[in-house]
């Protein structure tokens, strides 16, 4: 059995002990590094070729934010999910539209970090109900304030399934209403992230500035 290979990113010793205490009860991951602060991160992601890295928000020296973004730029294949305190905070979903998959609370139970775990190294994107608000918000913004070249819209479906993300509808309950697959529903997420971690490299590229979709 291949290991998923893990790099884990916090500035707290004592939580990076405790996850990888969790994450050693499953063979199917191996921790391969631990970092205090972002810049020690990329340092650590360059060096080790990590498959996915749990990346913390809030850190010394570098934000989990400016980190994955950097990563991104020149590690695109590897998978990050950002840790956050809280349900919601302000740099989960700057980090996400500069590449993150998904993010996950830290009170999170073992089987949850498995599933989210396995599930970007498929190509899954776990959407929470208030990641499915936040994009429709953003991808509404990208409607108002489009920058050159312009950003991808989002389909009919595409709109759709968010939506029912956002009444906190599960996959297979979205798939029943919209009378699709549910694998094609998560198609359809993976194809929303993609058109917004496309809109962000515009931005980069043309030096625009992102707005907050607070």
């Known amino acids: ?9 916090d500035d707290h010793p004592g939580f990076r002990q405790a996850v990888a205490s969790v994450l050693a009860t499953e063979q199917d991951f191996e921790v391969v590094g631990e970092a205090g602060d972002g810049r020690q991160a990329l340092e650590m992601a360059r ?20 980190a994955t973004r950097r990563i991104k730029a020149e590690l695109p294949y ?3 999910v950002v840790l956050t305190a809280f349900d919601w905070e302000p740099g989960v979903f700057e980090a996400v539209k500069c590449g993150a998959e998904t993010y996950l609370q830290k009170r999170f139970e073992p089987q949850a970090l498995y599933r989210t775990l396995r599930g970007v190294m498929r190509g899954e994107t776990p959407v929470s109900t208030v990641m499915a608000r936040r994009l429709l918000d953003e991808f509404a913004r990208q409607a108002r304030n ?21 009444e906190g ?4 309950e979205i798939a029943s209403a919209l009378a699709i697959a549910e694998n094609t529903v ?22 625009a500035q992102p707005e907050d979709p607070r």
């Not at 509808?169 to 297979?172: A, G, I, L, V, W």
């Open 169 to 172: 509808r599960s996959s297979e």
């Open 47 to 66: 060096e080790l070729m990590p498959d996915v890295i749990l990346m913390d928000v809030s850190m010394p020296l570098m934000e989990g934010t400016e």
């Open 146 to 166: 489009p920058v050159p070249p312009p950003a991808a819209e989002l389909t009919l479906l595409e709109k759709d399934v968010l939506e029912q993300a956002a």
């Open 1 to 9: 059995m291949t290991s998923i290979r893990v790099l884990l990113v």
């Open 78 to 80: 590897v998978k990050i």
């Open 186 to 207: 998560k198609n359809h997420m993976q194809n929303v992230l993609e058109k917004l971690h496309l809109e962000n490299r515009v931005r980069a590229a043309t030096g």
